[in-house]
């Protein structure tokens, strides 16, 4: 028997031990490895529309508006200019995410604006996972500029 020591035993604990020690190991190394890795549950349609509401607030302060942005700091007077204009229209246009689905690393979903007369136009946006937040991206805040407010995109 190839673990049987000079005392008998005395060899098996040691490889049980070993053994037990490595998959210990194993599983510390692992699980550090499944969390860096680990992405955001995916958002539902009122958690992106107040996301959102949060990045077109020109009150709130910078930072927070920057952390919900793919762009962060750089994406921030997109969003002035987005706010901006929409401020302008007062009560003549709302807006709501609908319909997001996981994609992925991202999470796909659409901007419904409507305005009085003219119905309501959705939009295709999408928020990436940077840092193990979902961001609305750069190409949606474009979307968003160019489409429904009809201002510049600085990202």
């Not at 692992?30 to 107040?50: I, S, Y």
């Not at 969003?79 to 995410?97: C, H």
């Not at 946006?125 to 510049?152: E, R």
């Amino acid at each position: 028997m190839p673990w049987v020591g000079p005392n008998g035993e005395e060899w098996f604990m040691r490889a049980a031990m070993a053994g037990a020690t490595m998959s210990v190991m194993a599983v510390g190394v692992l699980g550090g490895v499944g969390a860096a890795w680990a992405q955001p549950a995916a958002p539902n349609a009122g958690e992106l529309t107040a996301d959102l509401r949060q990045v077109l607030d020109t009150g709130a302060p910078s930072d927070a508006r920057a952390a919900k942005l793919a762009g962060g700091q750089a994406a921030v007077p997109t969003a002035d200019n987005i706010a901006n204009r929409l401020n302008t229209y007062g009560g003549m246009v709302s807006w709501e995410v609908q319909n997001p689905v996981l994609n992925g690393d991202r999470v796909d979903a659409q901007l419904a604006v409507s305005i009085p007369i003219f119905g309501t136009k959705t939009h295709n946006i999408y928020w990436v996972d940077q840092d193990g937040q979902w961001k609305l991206s750069n190409p949606s805040a474009c979307v968003i500029a160019h489409d429904v407010a009809g201002v510049d995109c600085t990202v």
